[in-house]
C-alpha cells in the first residue's frame, strides 16, 4: 500500500516557533517507521510547495 503523509503548511497569523526555527516533521517520520511493508513517502509543506505534482506523481 502507498502512503503519503502530509504535515500542513503554518498558518501566517498564529504564533509560535515555527516561524523562527524549522525542523524536521519527527512525528510523521514515527508514523512511517510504524508502516514497515508499506512505500511511505513525507510532504512537508511547512518547507516544501508543489505537493499537487507529488501527488498525481505517487498515487497513494
Do not use: N, S, W
Amino acid at each position: 500500500m502507498r502512503v503519503l503523509l502530509v504535515r500542513p503548511p503554518v498558518p501566517r497569523h498564529t504564533m509560535g516557533l515555527k516561524h523562527i526555527m524549522i525542523c524536521e516533521p519527527l512525528e510523521l517520520e514515527y508514523v512511517a517507521a510504524g508502516l514497515d511493508g508499506h512505500e511511505v513517502q513525507i510532504i512537508d509543506l511547512i518547507v516544501e510547495g508543489g505537493y499537487e505534482k507529488r501527488l498525481r506523481r505517487f498515487k497513494p
